[in-house]
Structure formats: structure tokens, C-alpha cells
């Protein structure tokens, strides 16, 4: 058997999101390249290859976050993410700090559609 593939971004930022992850007890890291979380199949953060973190927040949740931190909403792919903020680095990094966006984030997830699973049985 093959050994798992490794995630794209930085070992730093990876652990980084990893204990901001294992921090909400609901909250499952997912993805082998790509660290994502996700509920009833929308996704609601995840951490791309350059080692940006991208949180999925509400509307109103957005405006205040962009406005504290002083950052964007998440370009990836060539699109901005219009539900999505970016993360700065330094808030990553506190946990305590981000720990309540992750889990308004989780909340926000979960009054959205779920999304029927696209695995074959």
C-alpha cells in the first residue's frame, strides 16, 4: 500500500490548522493534500498549497472579521470566494484567538443545503 499523500502547504501552516481544528470537538480535518473542513457536505474552511487559510462566514460575520483583521475576501483559482475571508498568518497561528470564527463558521455551514454526497457506493 501506497503512503498517504502529504498536505500541499507548509508543515508549519498545516499544524497550525490542525490544532485549530482538533480544537472543535464536532470538527473533523478532512482531505489529504488539501485540509478542509466540511458539514453535510459544504465545505468551510480549508488551507490552500500556499498555506492560506480560508474561512466560509456568513454575511455579517464577514463584514466584522474583514473589518477586525483588516484582511480580503479568499481569491483561489482565479475567482474571489465571495463567502470566504482570508486568514491572516499571525492570526493562524492563536488558536484562542481564531477558535470562535472557526466555530461561527461551523455554525454558518450548518444552516446551509446539504449537498448530496458525490461518492459511489
Do not use: C
Not at 463584514?63 to 491572516?88: C, N, S, W
Not at 484562542?96 to 446539504?114: F, N, Q, V
Amino acid at each position: 500500500m501506497s503512503p498517504k499523500p502529504a498536505p500541499n502547504a507548509p508543515p508549519d501552516r498545516v499544524a497550525a490548522y490542525e490544532r485549530l481544528v482538533a480544537a472543535v470537538p464536532d470538527v473533523e480535518r478532512k482531505g489529504a493534500t488539501m485540509p478542509y473542513t466540511s458539514v453535510n457536505g459544504n465545505m468551510f474552511s480549508y488551507l490552500d498549497a500556499s498555506g492560506s487559510m480560508a474561512l466560509r462566514l456568513s454575511e455579517s460575520d464577514r463584514a466584522v472579521f474583514m473589518d477586525r483583521f483588516a484582511t480580503t475576501l479568499h481569491h483561489a483559482y482565479g475567482i474571489v470566494q465571495k463567502e470566504y475571508v482570508t486568514v491572516p498568518p499571525n492570526l493562524l497561528d492563536d488558536t484562542e484567538r481564531l477558535l470562535p470564527w472557526l466555530e461561527a463558521s461551523h455554525t454558518y455551514a450548518l444552516t446551509l443545503k446539504t449537498k448530496p454526497s458525490k461518492r459511489r457506493a
